[in-house]
């Protein structure tokens, strides 16, 4: 049973709201990304966003583990 079924709408019309609703998603992320600091909006309101959770590897990399991924013998 589709969600039109249950709600007794069009489909067409749930199928629209749905990719509303997703694109809202979008939107809301680049705008906690973007503009969130730009607003020193608080910790708890950006962490909402799931780019916030990615980490910064400015760092330089270790190639130690490359090197012993590289040298195991393949199954």
Known sequence: ???AA???????VVIEVE???KWLGVVA???????GPLFRLWD????I??????PNLTTTPGWSGLALVASSPSP
Do not use: E, K
Not at 6 to 12: F, L, P, Y
Not at 29 to 35: C, E, K, P, V
Not at 49 to 54: F, G
């Open 1 to 3: 049973m589709s969600s």
């Open 6 to 12: 249950v709600v007794g709408g069009d489909r067409d």
């Open 19 to 21: 990719g509303l609703v």
């Open 29 to 35: 992320a680049f705008a906690l990304t973007i503009l």
């Open 44 to 47: 708890w309101a950006l962490g």
């Open 49 to 54: 966003s799931p780019l916030r959770h990615v």
